[in-house]
């Protein structure tokens, strides 16, 4: 019993003793260690305050984020992405709609052009692409 009650006795002394130690060694790394370096000078740092009860998380989840304005933030923030989605999508498909139909494009100017084969391939591609993105 004494022997149990020594080992245990000398396993909390030595937790008790561990640190953290921080130091530099000759190519000017900066190394940290619970056990003490040889042969090096080194600085003891202290372990940090632990944080007051009420103090705040550093991160939250998108469950307990606040509402504002009476709505959620990240409620607001899907449903603007998810309408953009959905621009981006109804513009793909009549790009799309337009490079298999059409060989004469109309540009920003409202001039009209005649694109080759070559380019109405590369256009198609682009907007097949573009599909795939926000479509699905």
């Known amino acids: 019993m004494r ?5 245990i ?12 130690y921080k130091w530099v ?13 040889r042969g090096q000078q080194f600085e003891r740092l202290k372990a940090p305050a632990p944080a007051p009860e009420d ?3 550093l991160y939250q989840s998108s469950e307990t984020n606040k509402k504002v304005g009476g709505e ?3 409620a607001k923030e899907t449903a603007k992405n998810n309408k953009i989605r959905e621009e981006n999508c109804t513009k793909a498909k009549k790009n799309l709609n337009s490079y298999q139909v059409y060989r004469r494009i109309r540009d920003k100017d409202g001039n009209v052009t005649i694109i080759d084969d070559n380019e109405r391939a590369k ?3 682009s907007a097949q692409d573009a599909i795939s993105q926000y479509c699905e």
């Open 9 to 20: 006795m000398m396993i909390v002394a030595s937790s008790a003793s561990a640190g953290l």
């Open 3 to 7: 022997v149990l009650l020594l080992t």
């Open 55 to 57: 103090s705040k998380p």
């Open 25 to 37: 060694d000759d190519e000017g790394n900066v190394h940290y260690s619970q056990k003490k370096p």
């Open 123 to 125: 256009q198609i591609k």
């Open 72 to 74: 959620d933030t990240a």
